[in-house]
T-cell receptor, first 112, second 115 residues
Framework: QKEVEQNSGPLSVPEGAIASLNCTYSDRGSQSFFWYRQYSGKSPELIMS????GDKEDGRFTAQLNKASQYVSLLIRDSQPSDSATYLCAVTEAGGSYIPTFGRGTSLIVHP | SAVISQKPSRDICQRGTSLTIQCQVDSQVTMMFWYRQQPGQSLTLIAT?????????ESGFVIDKFPISRPNLTFSTLTVSNMSPEDSSIYLCSVETIHSPYEQYFGPGTRLTVT
């Protein structure tokens, strides 16, 4: 059974710091990796996707993928209180269904 | 990305009744899905809504309890039948587009409370 593991947190960081969110996955055949942000009472919103090893940067967000170690991480630079949310990691296997497996999410709190 | 709407946004229902949730997308999409998210939990996939044919259900979910329709490429419904308090949850529609396979875009959700 495919598993995606995340620390539930909460991860608490001060405003302006770098928040580091981690995710590990069990299926070595996984090829597509996603980070979703979910504010309390709202639906998940896709913020990053990454498909190859290395880093992918988008504004204050950087996704890092290491397929050999089977982990993907999300770095948020210059964290703001508005970044406080639950971050869901999702992984899709290669050539299989289009349906991702979601982790349980990490709660991030950015305090002023 | 696609713009997705869901109706109703919330409802309070009595046990034993049924509720139909609608999901409308502003453009044609390849895949449509229905998820459930219980408080403090992650997303649980109920089924994939297939256009013009029966939905594909995940383990633990059956058509009699969660009938799904998808008459065209932009619309789907999920019915929660014979409800019990355990069905209280947020129900989410999501889609994938031909331009961004594997990336899912979620509707705003329907918050269901069963009393």
């Amino acid at each position: 059974q495919k598993e995606v593991e995340q620390n539930s947190g909460p991860l608490s960081v001060p405003e302006g710091a770098i928040a580091s969110l981690n995710c590990t996955y069990s299926d070595r055949g996984s090829q597509s990796f996603f980070w979703y942000r979910q504010y309390s009472g709202k639906s998940p919103e896709l913020i990053m996707s990454i498909y190859s090893n290395g880093d992918k940067e988008d504004g204050r967000f950087t996704a890092q993928l290491n397929k050999a170690s089977q982990y993907v991480s999300l770095l948020i630079r210059d964290s703001q209180p508005s970044d406080s949310a639950t971050y869901l990691c999702a992984v899709t296997e290669a050539g299989g269904s289009y349906i991702p497996t979601f982790g349980r999410g990490t709660s991030l709190i950015v305090h002023p | 990305s696609a713009v997705i709407s869901q109706k109703p946004s919330r409802d309070i229902c009595q046990r034993g009744t049924s509720l139909t949730i609608q999901c409308q997308v502003d453009s044609q999409v390849t895949m449509m899905f229905w998820y459930r998210q219980q408080p403090g939990q992650s997303l649980t996939l109920i089924a994939t809504a297939n256009q013009g044919s029966e939905a594909t259900y995940e383990s633990g979910f059956v058509i009699d309890k969660f009938p799904i329709s998808r008459p065209n490429l932009t619309f789907s419904t999920l019915t929660v039948s014979n409800m019990s308090p355990e069905d209280s949850s947020i129900y989410l529609c999501s889609v994938e587009t031909i331009h961004s396979p594997y990336e899912q875009y979620f509707g705003p959700g329907t918050r269901l409370t069963v009393t």
